[in-house]
């Protein structure tokens, strides 16, 4: 499969680390909005600029799309859905209905098949919460981030003026994730599930207070969230936050039985050293999906409740089942 990369970030460095090893995967090249002399591949990976795109458009097989879902996918990944096969991580989860219909109409009017909302949450633990409540239906989900850096709340707040940089932890209660893990089934805010510690590099002479303020505030992010926001230098951001360590758990509660006598947990859990070079490797996975089932004719948008899980690998499906059946 020909893959393109749009956008070179830590997301889009993950996603050439992916298609780097993988042997069925030629990475045709990286588009960016910088100029192309600018940007230099971990790889060796031709790098173009994002306008020369389009005329690039059958070489490509699926273009999987690594902006920030705060400002740049939602107008992205539709507008590109019409002229390929896309791929995206678009990680607000209230939105995603209607990002999902706005996709679906450019990629249908396009004839190109697109999977949005890819990563692992929402992703892989998207799929867990569906096992597990196909399973047991009779109990309650949690989810719990961290500790680790999310990419896109990190993004988010590198996109307020004044910001030259910033990292944002997600830090689970401990008391929360202690009465889920020993099977209680709770009533908990998201307030009483995380927090969130910003570490921010301001431009000098900024108005710290307002960006303060706008953090706090930012709706969808951290409005929502006990958040704490330390600033630091560049040096300290560098020395003390350089890595991308994430992680999480997705568990459910539940009861069987006649009388609901029979307790049972599920819980799928992730521990990453490096959030960006794992979400690069779904995403990668799941363009390989994409590839396929566009082969077999289908288009639109889909998610990944739509991915039969032999679509992901790139073994066979006779080989699947002797080695993981």
């Known amino acids: 499969m020909r893959i393109g990369i749009y956008g070179y970030g830590n997301l889009g460095r993950g996603v050439e680390c992916a298609a780097y090893v993988a042997e069925d995967c030629e990475l045709v090249g990286i588009f960016t909005r910088r100029d192309p002399k600018t940007v230099s591949s971990a790889f060796g990976t031709a790098v173009y600029s994002s306008e020369e795109l389009s005329s690039m458009a ?11 879902s705060a400002t740049d996918l939602p107008e992205m990944t539709p507008e590109l859905a019409e002229k390929f096969s896309v791929v995206d991580s678009f990680d607000t989860h209230k939105e995603i209905p209607a990002h999902f219909a706005r996709v679906d109409a450019a990629a249908r009017a396009g004839g190109r098949l697109a999977l949005i909302s890819s990563g692992w949450d929402p992703g892989l633990f998207s799929v867990a919460r569906a096992y597990a409540s196909a399973v047991i239906p009779n109990g309650c989900d949690y989810t719990f981030w961290g500790r680790g850096i999310s990419q896109g709340h990190s993004d988010a707040i590198r996109r307020i003026d004044g910001v030259l940089d910033a990292r944002q932890y997600t ?33 000098e002479g900024a108005d710290l207070a307002r960006i303060e303020r706008e953090i706090k505030e930012m709706p969808n992010y951290f409005a929502d969230y006990d958040t704490t926001v330390t600033f630091i230098t560049e040096e300290e951001l560098l020395r003390e936050h350089s890595g991308m360590p994430h992680g999480g758990s997705v568990i459910r509660n539940g009861v069987t039985g006649r009388n609901a006598e029979h307790t049972h947990t599920v819980e799928f859990s992730l521990s990453l050293d490096s959030n960006p070079e794992f979400t690069g490797s779904v995403l990668l996975a799941y363009a390989r999906a994409v590839y396929r089932m566009r082969k077999r004719g289908e288009v639109g948008c889909i998610t990944v409740f739509d991915v039969p899980p032999v679509m992901l690998s790139p073994l066979s499906r006779e080989e699947m089942i002797k080695s993981m059946l």
């Open 171 to 203: 830090i689970p209660v401990e008391s929360a994730l202690r009465r889920v893990r020993g099977g209680e089934c709770p009533t908990l805010s998201a307030r009483e599930k995380h927090k969130r510690d910003c570490y921010v590099v301001a431009r």
């Open 58 to 68: 059958d070489s490509i097989d699926v273009l999987i799309l690594c902006g920030g």
